[in-house]
Structures are given as C-alpha cells and as structure tokens.
C-alpha cells in the first residue's frame, strides 16, 4: 500500500490567495483526519470525516478554512484568504475504524508570504 | 490543565542506554493509546498501539499503560542515533459507540549521542 498521499508537498503563496491541499486516503479506510502542526500549538486537529461525511469541524480556526470529500478516495483542505498565520504544516491522516490508529501522511508545509 | 500532558524535553542520552518516556491524562475514559514518532520533517509514524491496560512488547520498544495511575510510558532498549526524533503519545476514547478523535501529547525530543 502506498501509505497517504499529500499534495503539494510544499506551497509558498502569498497573503491573500487561495490555498488548496489535497489528500488520497489509505484505501479502505473509513476515517479521514485534517491535522495542523506548528511549533507553538503542535499538533491540531481541523476536521474528520466518516464515510465521507464530515463528523466533527470544531478545529477549524475559521471561515477561511473549508474542507470536503466529494469521495471515498479524495479531500481537499481550501484557505480562502490565506494569511501568514496560516503557515504550519498540515497533515491527513486516515484509520480503518473507531479507536483504530491513524496513519499520516508526509505532510503539506505551507509559508503564506 | 490539559487532556494529556508530555515532557517536551529535549531528552539526551548516550548510545545504548534505555530510554524512558511518559505522558500522564487526565480523562479515565481513555482507551486507545498509541506511540508516534517523528522524524524531522516527516508525518508522525506509528510505533505502537494499545488498548486498555497492560504492556507490548515489539523489538526494543515497550509500551506500558497504567489506567489506574493514568500514566503511559514509552521504553527504548539499546537505544541508537537513528532512534533521534519526536515522540508523541496519544490516545482516545469510545463515547457512546464510536470516536475517533485522538487526543495527542506536545512531544517529546529525543537526542541519541554516538
């Protein structure tokens, strides 16, 4: 299996435009996490979804951030505006079942100029 | 207070020795407790998983858990430079039939000296 897939793997914008992350699940995995990670706060969670469905979004800082899985295979992360708080690293992570482990991806590191 | 609290270290220890890492909580409606660990510039990878109380044992590492102390450790046998990384435990709990929300500690940074 070829883990989660991330991508970009590095994104440099600049304040203001549009930011979209993209994530490939483990396949078979029903549970799809968006995490955050940044020296001052570590790691955060975002957003999960459960088949698909978003189940929990209370991490999402604010209404710049959006998230969806249009399918069982692929979510995007958008940040519309992009500011340079935003600049962290940001990871999907996917597990089988509840209580299951997580297994993250390599990561997205974004720098909002 | 936190849900989980961690060491963030740095911890540094000669090659060989046997390392030992913690993370307390707070919730006893933990379950799930799993060990990652993270690379510089790399996705957290998982290490070990268990579940409820108890030990696992896997190659050099061993993991322990104390429900009743609600205390977690971590220990690295023959430790070795390329064990140098973040360690992060984390956990979670079954509410009502189903969560998957994993609670994670800030991590602790482990230095191996050759």
């Known amino acids: 299996d070829a883990g989660v897939i991330q991508s970009p793997r590095h994104e440099v914008t600049e304040m203001g435009q549009e930011v979209t992350l993209r994530c490939k699940p483990i396949s078979g995995h029903d549970y799809l996490f968006w995490y955050r990670q940044t020296m001052m706060r570590g790691l955060e969670l975002l957003i999960y979804?459960?088949?698909?469905?978003?189940?929990?979004d209370s991490g999402m800082p604010e209404d710049r951030f959006s998230a969806k899985m249009p399918n069982a295979s692929f979510s995007t992360l958008k940040i519309q505006p992009s500011e340079p708080r935003d600049s962290a690293v940001y990871f999907c992570?996917?597990?089988?079942?509840?209580?299951?482990?997580?297994?993250f991806g390599p990561g997205t590191r974004l720098l909002v100029l | 207070q936190k849900e989980v609290e961690q060491d963030p270290g740095p911890l540094s220890v000669p090659e060989g020795a046997i390392v030992s890492l913690n993370c307390t909580y707070s919730?006893?409606?933990?379950?799930?407790f799993m060990w990652y660990r993270q690379y510089s510039r790399k996705g957290p990878e998982l290490l070990m998983y268990?579940?409820?109380?108890g030990n696992k044992e896997d190659g050099r590492f061993t993991a322990q858990v104390d429900k009743s102390s609600k205390y977690i450790s971590l220990f690295i046998r023959d430790s070795q430079p390329s064990d140098s990384a973040t360690y992060l435990c984390?956990?979670?709990?079954?509410?009502?039939?189903?969560?998957?929300?994993?609670?994670f500690g800030t991590g602790t940074l482990l230095a191996v000296q050759p």
């Open positions: 984390a956990m979670s709990a079954v509410i009502r039939g189903a969560t998957n929300k994993l609670i």
């Open positions: 992570a996917s597990s089988f079942s509840h209580g299951m482990p997580q297994y």
């Open positions: 919730n006893s409606a933990f379950q799930y």
């Open positions: 979804f459960n088949n698909n469905v978003p189940i929990d």
């Open positions: 268990t579940y409820s109380s």
